[in-house]
């Protein structure tokens, strides 16, 4: 268990490029999450999937943003036309019944990817 | 909706102990967590709630009262390592994620 990593862990863009963001959960895991942070803040839940279904998406910031989730295994995050206000620590996360609480809310987050959009 | 609050930061001693309060408004209720972060790292989970009563792991506990939608978290013996933020988080239903709060940062000091 190597634990949930994210790639890449930083992102420099310019205003109005399209980026994508991967994330490979536990490889046991069934759920996915992606969460936003900036600075000061929690982090803010945006989507998540069990297994390849995406059953939670009205939380996406807005149409430029979007997730994928194909085979039930790693995920990608897409922010199409990046604005400066897109700049934040974006996080992954998985869950699983099986872990030692029990619950889905026992989440293990990966390092995240820093995003600045100048 | 979903909110929650939490005091923004904390100071305490080394040895000493802290407890970090969380109060919380949600339309839907499937327990309150507790995340640790240290500056640049991610989250930890620390501890899960769903009912009533006092979870104790280590020399970290947490409190839930699901009537008075509040709840805390207890840290023992404090050493320097836990200067971090703490998060309480709420499930407000199984098809939501997690709604954080902004964070409580813990400051030990000698």
């Known amino acids: 268990d190597t634990g949930v990593s994210q790639d890449p862990r930083h992102k420099i863009t310019k205003r109005g490029q399209n980026v994508t963001f991967r994330c490979d959960p536990i490889s046991e895991h069934n759920r996915l999450y992606w969460y936003r942070q900036t600075l000061g803040q929690g982090p803010e839940f945006l989507t998540y999937f069990q297994n390849e279904a995406q059953l939670e998406k009205s939380r996406l910031l807005s149409d430029r943003f979007s997730a994928e989730r194909p085979k039930g295994s790693f995920s990608t995050l897409e922010i199409q036309r990046t604005e400066q206000g897109d700049s934040a620590m974006y996080l992954c996360?998985?869950?699983?019944?099986?872990?030692?609480?029990?619950?889905?809310?026992?989440?293990?987050f990966g390092p995240g990817t820093r995003l600045t959009v100048l | 909706g979903q909110s929650l609050e939490q005091p923004s930061e904390v100071t305490a001693v080394e040895g000493a102990i802290v407890q970090i309060n969380c109060t919380y408004q949600?339309?839907?209720?499937?327990?309150l967590s507790w995340y640790q972060q240290h500056d640049g790292g991610a989250p930890t989970f620390l501890s899960y709630?769903?009912?009533?009563g006092l979870e104790e792991t280590g020399r970290f506990s947490s409190f839930l009262s699901r009537s008075d939608s509040y709840g805390y978290l207890l840290l023992q013996e404090l050493q320097m390592k836990d200067s971090a933020s703490y998060f309480c988080?709420?499930?407000?239903?199984?098809?939501?994620?997690?709604?954080f709060g902004k964070g409580t940062h813990l400051i030990i000091q000698p």
């Open positions: 709630n769903a009912l009533d």
């Open positions: 988080a709420v499930n407000g239903g199984g098809a939501d994620g997690l709604t």
């Open positions: 996360a998985s869950s699983s019944q099986r872990a030692p609480s029990g619950s889905y809310n026992e989440q293990f």
């Open positions: 949600t339309s839907g209720f499937y327990g």
